[in-house]
T-cell receptor, first 110, second 115 residues
Framework: EDQVTQSPEALRLQEGESSSLNCSYT??????LFWYRQDPGKGPEFLFTLYSAGEEKEKERLKATLTKKESFLHITAPKPEDSATYLC???????????FGTGTRLKVLA | NAGVTQTPKFQVLKTGQSMTLQCAQDMNHNSMYWYRQDPGMGLRLIYYSASEGTTDKGEVPNGYNVSRLNKREFSLRLESAAPSQTSVYFC??????????????FGPGTRLTVL
């Protein structure tokens, strides 16, 4: 069964304290892995797509990496405005469907 | 460019009432999706429309119907609301469901409470 597990569920960081969020997945043939940011009361905002193991994408303080079993979202020197829930989703080959994880709630303290 | 818009933003229904959630996108996307988001469960696909004129069931379609009115608009209807349908509903769109790599873009959501 295709599955996505994100850890930790919640993470509190001091401003400037770098860390990583994990997305572990099992899927029958990966078409793509997607990272989204979701602010309270808002819809998910697209961040990155990763297609194959070894691929990396960067945007400001965020860097996403992909292996055959998991993806990491590295946050370097985070700021309070990076506080949000970060969602991971996978899409299997031959299907339209995304499978979402339950997210990591990140709080960055000033 | 508004992206994906949804109406209403909030709604309270009584058990057994019906309502339609509206969604529109201005990105000329072919595919549109309806999800629900519940605490601890992640986003789950209710229905999707790969292209104008087609609709298919997702993971949790029971109690819902959809209409792809045209390329821009995709509505979700609850015929007889139940408390189990209390949730946040998101509409999303993508360039195509059949393109090798397709990112989905989400609307702001509708928060529905069924009493």
């Amino acid at each position: 069964e295709d599955q996505v597990t994100q850890s930790p569920e919640a993470l509190r960081l001091q401003e400037g304290e770098s860390s990583s969020l994990n997305c572990s997945y099992t899927v029958s043939g990966l078409r793509g892995l997607f990272w989204y940011r979701q602010d309270p009361g808002k819809g998910p905002e697209f961040l990155f797509t990763l297609y194959s193991a070894g691929e990396e994408k960067e945007k400001e303080r965020l860097k996403a990496t992909l292996t055959k079993k998991e993806s990491f979202l590295h946050i370097t020197a985070p700021k309070p405005e990076d506080s949000a829930t970060y969602l991971c989703a996978v899409q299997a080959r031959g299907t339209y469907k995304y499978i979402f994880g339950t997210g990591t709630r990140l709080k960055v303290l000033a | 460019n508004a992206g994906v818009t949804q109406t209403p933003k909030f709604q309270v229904l009584k058990t057994g009432q019906s309502m339609t959630l509206q969604c529109a996108q201005d990105m000329n996307h072919n595919s549109m999706y309806w999800y629900r988001q519940d605490p601890g469960m992640g986003l789950r696909l209710i229905y999707y429309s790969a292209s104008e004129g087609t609709t298919d069931k997702g993971e949790v379609p029971n109690g819902y119907n959809v209409s792809r009115l045209n390329k821009r608009e995709f509505s979700l209807r609850l015929e007889s609301a139940a408390p189990s349908q209390t949730s946040v509903y998101f509409c999303a769109s993508s360039e195509s469901a059949r393109v090798e790599y397709n990112e989905q873009f989400f609307g702001p959501g509708t928060r529905l409470t069924v009493l």
